[in-house]
């Protein structure tokens, strides 16, 4: 049993989509930390961090939507022992206001990605007898959100079929988690910032009981916890990482 820690994935190989900024990158990082050989999914490489960019990751152009280019990548990149689904996006308007077309984009990044990615995976994970799923999800997924009720419904998804793969894979070795985040303090909440203005990150600061964003590091230490070994007994949970938001 390897404690978490410093080397407490080393040996171990991990796929993380959308790790080129915010959330993403800081789980890269830290899984590099904890000595990972670390590859990461992102549909835009040339706005990835500096701080990723100048890593041991390698970077991969990927639109994690598409399930046969995420099958492609996976056989030339993999086997993997640890997925992190990262990858996702938002949309901030009224159900009434949005568009067919919207819910599918987001439905296909949100929860086809998970699918696609966790589908390429698995097979390796289950003959090696050894595998670490986690999945980011959302408090949204949990709670709702007004004005998020599209993204909300395809995070709900992830949650449920987190919790399903995690019956399928258990007894291959296999555990499947899921994190689900609060406000954090990455590229995607700014622009939601920019649009909604200050009163909307000072109600999104009021919803947790901390009365503050979370940063993108407080998610990464708990997804390298949960890819360690010092995790074993943990399977098909749904951890957030919210400040106490919905308490």
Known sequence: M??????????RRAFVTGGGRGI?????????????????????????????????????ALNVADAGAVA???????????????????QH?????TRPEDWADLIAVNLGSVLACSHAVLPAMQAAGFGRIINI????????????????????GVIAFTKSIAREAARYGVTVNVV?????????????????????????????????????????????FLASDAAAYITAETIGVSGGMGC
């Open 137 to 156: 999800a959302s408090e949204a997924g949990r709670g709702g959100s007004k004005g998020g009720s599209v993204y909300s419904a395809s995070k709900g």
């Open 2 to 11: 390897r404690p978490a820690g410093p080397n407490a994935l080393a040996g």
């Open 72 to 90: 492609a990548a996976v056989a030339a990149q993999g086997p993997f022992d640890i997925l992190v689904n990262n990858a996702g996006r938002d």
């Open 24 to 60: 993403g990158a800081a789980i890269v990082l830290e899984l590099l930390s904890q000595g990972a050989d670390v590859v990461f999914a992102d549909i835009n490489l040339e706005g990835a961090s500096s701080a990723v960019l100048a890593s041991s990751a390698r970077g991969v």
């Open 93 to 97: 308007a009224f159900f009434v206001d």
């Open 180 to 224: 689900t985040p609060g406000p954090i303090r990455t590229p995607l909440l700014q622009a939601a910032v920019d649009e909604g203005g200050d009163r909307l990150l000072q109600a999104m600061k009021d919803a947790t009981l901390l009365r503050r964003l979370g940063e993108p590091e407080e998610v990464a230490g708990l997804v390298a």
